[in-house]
């Protein structure tokens, strides 16, 4: 399944409750990306589950958030065509909202 | 393949509707088809023609408009949902006494059976909201 993760890491735990789930794809669009932000709170979380998610980040989010700097290694950044293939190529997605 | 698009937040509250008509734009790009695009909850507030946004923002109910009439999306509007926010069609003005009508081009106002429908015939459907 393809989790889609739209709210900040620091005001909803989407992102814990995605890794609940055990494997899959964790896409971070919006305030979402904040998550993959190298030093952030979010980043040893990810790291941790690195080997059971695949992680996608929304770079048109990322830009707008000023941190196209920062993203941690082992996170592929897509366009919204990105975004399509995902929903694509995932059977099923979730929308974490 | 098929794609259904679910709104369920307004325009100018934060990205979701934004981050849709992107989305549905890269859908139409890549060579699939939109089979529906469902306004719900907030998210029938895109469909109001009555918005005036500065003239250096983005238009976001023109620019719905413009890709259904474009791309001939079909775009509805839950009718529980545009009856409590006031967004009337003809239909609706004449049935529940109302003096105007504010839906945009390119909407229209029917029941939640067209969710499940959309549901059903798309091969993905992915939701957009707060």
């Known amino acids: ?97 | 393949m098929k794609f259904a698009i679910l709104i369920n937040e307004g325009p100018y509250t934060h990205q979701a509707s934004d981050t849709a008509f992107h989305f549905a734009k890269a859908v139409l790009a890549r060579g699939h088809e939109i089979f529906r695009v469902f306004f719900y909850h907030d998210g029938v507030n895109n469909a109001t023609r009555l918005t005036t946004p500065p003239q250096d923002d983005r238009n976001i109910v023109d620019r719905w408009s413009k890709l259904a009439t474009g791309s001939e999306l079909d775009m509805v509007v839950c009718v529980a949902a545009a009856q409590r926010r006031g967004i009337v069609d003809d239909g609706e003005m004449k049935r529940n006494g109302k003096d105007a009508t504010n839906l945009a081009p390119g909407f229209r106002i029917s029941g939640l059976g067209q969710l499940v429908e959309a549901g059903i015939q798309a091969d993905r459907i992915v939701v957009f909201g707060d």
């Open chain 1, 1 to 97: 399944m393809l989790h889609i993760i739209n709210k900040s890491p620091y005001d909803r735990p989407a992102l814990d409750s995605a890794l609940q789930t055990g494997e899959g794809g964790i896409l971070f669009t919006e305030d979402g990306v904040y998550a993959i932000a190298k030093g952030g709170a979010a980043e040893a979380k990810i790291k941790a589950a690195q080997g059971k998610f695949k992680f996608y980040a929304l770079g048109a989010d990322i830009d707008a958030r000023g941190l196209s700097d920062r993203v941690m290694e082992g996170i592929s950044v897509v366009d919204y065509g990105g975004f399509v293939d995902l929903v694509a190529e995932y059977k099923t997605n979730q929308s974490w909202l």
